[in-house]
């Protein structure tokens, strides 16, 4: 039976909704620490917060595949408080011994002693927000912390024990050349991380850059920073694997690779989203959480928000937004257990998009295999209203 669902590979999203400051570009559920960070309430409510899905989930047998702790700035909680939840997130779950479990830092929010305290933690993959190199770029981009400070993270995350290490940059900042962007990737490229993610700077509703926007690069040369910062990663042994996402072999992240294959996950904390398979039921369900901390850390509530059901009817258009940001081909077959759905429902549009150069097949012995072109992904919002 092709249109059955399976129940996915199980990752889990921890949100830590605070930050020193809020930086102008920024539209992540965050907010700015006003007095200190009820760290041991919120490790209370997340576990509650979990417990409360495992239940309404009936989870208890479900193998966990990745964690990723995010925010906010995860790197102002210590490494007691991380340990904690860790601890009592992994108790609740088998696992392999070596799951991937990545928490976000902020380099203006670190030291040796607790990068090395979230590796003894459980951490053992660390993804630092870089953002930019230059002193001018870190200034307009509200960051608190300076470019010493982020070479230093860098070094702290290599002699601290974890595996793997990302630094984010963003490119096509204000007044930015094609020189800058490249030199802040030829700094990142020497401090030797195994993944950089590199994000275009987006201008998004209800942040200070969207009432007072700057003055961004040209489309010209954003492309240019797009095409030469390719190669410049490539030639460096990263190889491109989603849109924003660059690894060394074998560094990809597990956990957004879940996400992007249509896997399970579950969300836990402020404003922190989920979704589920449940192969009995036959059923997708999303879940959103408390937004505000202030509401999700009031007992007296519920932690969940809102319950809802994917119908099939928008299953193949969510896999396919995900999936078309990747670089790897995906199985028919995987198309089918992941969504219920037989894959003739969207066999026109894939054909349109074959036709157009954006997408290519091939038929295996025991299944068929469809990827993005070169083309595809540099006119991939064509390729994506295609499947709207
Ligand atoms: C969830 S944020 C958290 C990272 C961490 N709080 C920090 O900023 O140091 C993850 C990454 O998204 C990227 N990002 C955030 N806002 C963005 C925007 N408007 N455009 C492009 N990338 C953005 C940044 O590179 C950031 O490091
Ligand atoms: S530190 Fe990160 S999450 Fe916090 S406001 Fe800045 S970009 Fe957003």
Redesign the pocket.
Known sequence: MPDTLKNQPLSLYIHIPW?V???P??D?N?HEVKNDIPEDDYVSALLADLDDDICRFNLTQRPLFSIFIG???PSLFSAPAIKRLLDEVLARFNHDDDIEITLEA?PGTVEADKFRGFFNAGVNRLSI?VQSFASDKLIKLGRIHDSKQAKIAAKLATESGVTSFNLDLMHGLPNQSLDNALDDLKTAISLNPNHISWYQLTIEPNTIFHSKPPKLPVDDILWEIQDKGLELLKNAGYEQYEISAYAKPGFQCQHNLNYWQYGDYLGIGCGAHGKITNSNTQTITRTVKVKHPKGYLDTSRDFLDKLLTVTSDDRPFEFMMNQLRLHNAFNVSHFEKSTGVNIDTILPYLQEAKQKHLMTNKVTKTDEEWRVTTKGHRYLNDLLAIFL
Do not use: A, D
């Open positions: 930050c400051e809020k930086c570009y920024c992540f965050s925010g906010g700035t902020n927000g």
